[in-house]
């Protein structure tokens, strides 16, 4: 079966799935795209062959749609997942499931009354090679229970838009989510040190940002978020545990040695980084829409998570207190008790 996907958000990620949809993927096609910037819906429906549609909700009832996948505007994700929900179609959502807890909270609730899971989140980090050989030997117990984790997360630069918050919301949001999924543990607690700022950034941004985590079993993570750190996109994890540490690889590059130097080139962009980790993303995706299996990827309820933990990292920079995530019970389609 060809899963017939229809787009809402035909933005710089809407296009790279849109791509990868159709050139990396088997047993997918993208029939329907829509933007609220005409112009850009069209250039990526006629790259594709797929048509246009005037909304989010007329790309959700259409009768060629199997499947939604959701690239627009955070602030705008809700009203699409819980369409696609009351229609009955699998959903895929770029991060974050929605801005704020209500929403996710609406969303968790739509899904738990249709009776199976929908929706997955677009934590591609999950499908890293990386870090699937971290969770691997963390599960296997090789290194013992962890106790910390330290992590860097560094963007060479961002645009003036970027906002201090942004920092939690919109960047560390990835680590929050792959923490939780590789320690099989909740994060409870956030708190935010902010050194001395680089010069090299726009007047308004703390950065960089520390930012210090505890999860309910008690493992302390330390999180550097850098932003304008120049020298390229570079994401660090390192597990410690009682009897070892496992620390996530760099992606492969061959090393030059020249006029006396030896040296390895550092990527300087989320999509090349995580590129193949979105491949993967996106096959798995699509084989279990083919099969009409639940997802197994990030659920609603890990982005519900990722949404309250974040507001709480943010409350954390803003008072200089440490804040507790408080999440409401686990409902039993994701595996709680509630
Ligand atoms: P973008 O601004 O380039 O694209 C968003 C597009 O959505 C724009 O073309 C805009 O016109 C359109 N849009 C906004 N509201 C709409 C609506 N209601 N209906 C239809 N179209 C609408 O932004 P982007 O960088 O592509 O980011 C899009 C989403 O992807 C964001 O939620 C962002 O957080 C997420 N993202 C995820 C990753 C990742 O690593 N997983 C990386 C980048 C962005
Ligand atoms: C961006 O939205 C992403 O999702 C990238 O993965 C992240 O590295 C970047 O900091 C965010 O702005």
New binding site residues.
């Given amino acids: 079966m060809t899963v017939r996907v229809g787009v809402?958000?035909?933005?710089?990620?809407?296009h790279e799935h849109i791509r990868r949809l159709t050139h990396q993927v088997t047993g997918a096609r993208v029939t329907a795209v829509?933007?609220?910037?005409a112009a850009?819906a069209e250039e990526a429906a006629a790259s594709v062959g797929a048509r246009v549609l005037p909304?989010?909700a007329a790309v959700v009832a259409a009768d060629d749609v199997d499947a939604v996948l959701v690239?627009?505007?955070?602030p705008?994700?809700a009203e699409?997942v819980l369409n696609a929900i009351a229609a009955g179609k699998p959903v895929f959502c770029?991060?974050?499931l929605a801005t704020t807890a209500e929403d996710c909270l609406r969303i968790l609730e739509a899904e738990t009354a249709h009776g199976r899971r929908l929706v997955q989140v677009?934590?591609?980090r999950r499908y890293d090679a990386g870090y699937r050989q971290m969770k691997q030997v963390i599960d296997s117990g090789r290194i013992g229970e962890p106790l910390i984790v330290h992590c860097a997360h560094r963007n060479p630069t961002v645009p003036e838009s970027y906002t201090s918050a942004m920092a939690a919301l919109?960047t560390a949001v990835?680590e929050v989510d792959v923490l939780r999924w590789l320690l099989d543990d909740e994060i409870v607690s956030a708190q935010v040190v902010t050194p001395r700022s680089t010069s090299k950034r726009f007047e308004h941004l703390k950065d960089p940002q520390i930012m210090l985590f505890e999860t309910a079993k008690g493992v302390r993570i330390d999180l550097e978020v850098f932003v304008n750190c120049q020298y390229g996109y570079d994401i660090q994890c390192e597990a410690v545990g009682e009897e070892g540490l496992v620390r996530l690889p760099d992606p492969a590059a061959v090393g030059v040695r020249t006029a006396a130097r030896h040296s390895t080139e550092v990527l300087t962009d989320?999509v090349g980084r995580?590129a193949e980790a979105f491949d993967t993303e996106f096959r798995e995706w699509i084989a279990g829409v083919a099969a009409g299996e639940e997802p197994t990827g990030p659920s609603a309820w890990d982005g519900y998570a990722a949404t309250v933990i974040t507001a709480a990292t943010v409350e954390a920079l803003e008072t200089g207190r440490v804040v507790g995530t408080d999440l409401k019970p686990r409902p039993t389609l994701y595996g709680g008790t509630a």
């Fill in positions: 809402i958000g035909a933005g710089w990620i809407g829509t933007d609220i910037d850009r909304d989010g690239t627009s505007w955070g705008t994700h699409h770029e991060k974050p677009g934590f591609m919109d990835h989320w995580f």
